[in-house]
């Protein structure tokens, strides 16, 4: 038996870890230190009473002779492929049932889309990145090609038509920068990978937390997109689903190359590697579709951009440069006073009792760079803010 070498190619992921020992380490030393978590990128708010609601009658259902649930179809019951399909609808965008898959969160079908796809694919990443995308692709031996982004272009960086690619990924709102593409530039990728014949992978996990109009919620809305885009999205951060698990991606028919259907192909292989999400967990879903859920989620959507705009108005307050918090949970920030990213952290964690993410642990260009999430409490984000400016002033 042989192993898949590639594993071994794969770096160590110490980031997490690293975060939890060293606060724990302190906390012991210093066991009345109020501590102010603002590095997790899980939620805190609890599911909308909307889904409770549907998932508990669903449990119900489950438990009679007459309405009980076995397999479902791999790719999602129809009920909650209709919703899906009218909330693209509102965003202009057109899609057939039979291009929405229901998934067990965006991570899942971020992994296993690459089934797909050949070994000897170039793969474009920005850099810093969600890690998912860059082990995913070690792990199958890709070769990677980074790009770029910094604040000399808002980490938003565009295709460079000299850098050939196969497989591109994109995320906005981004993980960790909080940057959001525009129309131009979602339209610049579209025909990049179109002249490359490339397959873009867009991950739309965070797109509920875009309040512009003009910018895009989805990469369906740029024209062309359903030629070279297959896009992810996730009930996780929208509705509190982290725990939960539920996602949907979005593959489109008009998706050829070299004679294929990814549409097919991936049918195909849902239906022989996958089983379905529940039945209870896709009423949940479905039920964050209705009028009363949307209302829900959106509450608790505002709740965290509000937090976001708090520490948005600390950090311009200080002169502490930042980007994103506007139209993302998340709120990347230069570490002042040109400090590392983990000397920026270990001062707030031992000065400021405050724990954020280093933005190192994303990518190279992270480097000099934290990541703070509006997915905390209230008071806790604005005592954390205050903690900030005092320290700034000083
Ligand atoms: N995509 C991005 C950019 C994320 O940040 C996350 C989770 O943090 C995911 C996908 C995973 O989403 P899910 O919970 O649906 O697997």
Redesign the pocket.
């Known amino acids: 038996m042989k192993i898949n070498e590639n594993y071994r190619n794969l770096k160590e992921s110490y980031l997490f870890s690293t975060i939890s020992r060293k606060v724990s380490e302190y906390q012991k030393e210093h066991p009345d230190a109020k501590l102010i978590r603002l590095g997790i990128?899980d939620v805190t708010i609890p599911l909308c009473g909307a889904a409770v609601e549907a998932m508990k009658a669903a449990c119900d259902e489950m438990g009679r002779k007459d309405s009980f649930h076995g397999y479902g179809p791999e790719q999602g019951y129809d009920f909650l492929r209709e919703s899906v399909q009218g909330y693209y609808r509102q965003k202009g965008v057109s899609l057939g049932l039979d291009e929405i898959f229901i998934s067990d969160?965006?991570?899942?079908d971020?992994g296993n889309i690459l089934d797909l796809f050949g070994a000897d694919n170039r793969v474009l990443i920005p850099d810093p990145v969600?890690p998912?995308y860059v082990d995913t692709n070690i792990m199958a031996g890709r070769e990677i090609i980074y790009l770029d982004a910094n604040m000399e272009n808002g980490f938003l960086p565009l295709p460079d038509p000299g850098v050939p690619a196969d497989i591109i990924y994109l995320?906005s709102p981004n993980?960790p920068t909080g940057a959001v593409y525009n129309r131009e530039q979602l339209r610049a990728w579209v025909d990049y990978a179109t002249a490359q014949n490339a397959v873009i992978l867009f991950?739309a996990?965070?797109e509920a937390f875009i309040s512009d109009p003009s910018l895009p919620e989805s990469i369906m809305e740029i024209e062309g997109a359903d030629r070279c885009a297959i896009e992810?999205c996730?009930?996780?951060?929208t509705a509190g689903?982290?725990g939960t698990?539920c996602?949907y991606t979005i593959v489109p028919k008009n998706l050829v190359f070299d004679g294929m259907k990814l549409n097919s192909m991936w049918l195909r292989r849902q239906t022989t590697k996958f089983n379905g999400v529940p039945y209870i967990v896709q009423r949940g879903a479905a039920a964050v579709f209705t009028p009363e859920g949307l209302k829900q989620c959106k509450e608790a959507v505002d709740y965290y951009r509000e937090n976001a705009r708090i520490m948005c108005e600390a950090f311009q307050e200080v002169g502490i440069e930042y980007i994103g918090g506007k139209n993302s949970p998340y709120v990347w920030i230069r570490c002042p006073n040109g400090m590392g990213s983990w000397e920026y952290f270990d001062y707030l964690l031992h000065e400021l009792n405050v724990v954020g993410t280093p933005g190192e642990g994303f990518g190279k260009n992270g480097e000099g760079y934290l990541r703070l999430t509006a997915f905390g409490d209230r008071d806790n984000t604005i005592e954390a803010m205050n903690r900030i400016r005092n320290s700034m002033k000083k």
């Open positions: 990128g969160g965006a991570k899942s971020l969600y998912v995320c993980n991950d996990a965070y992810f996730s009930f996780s951060k689903f982290t698990r996602g």
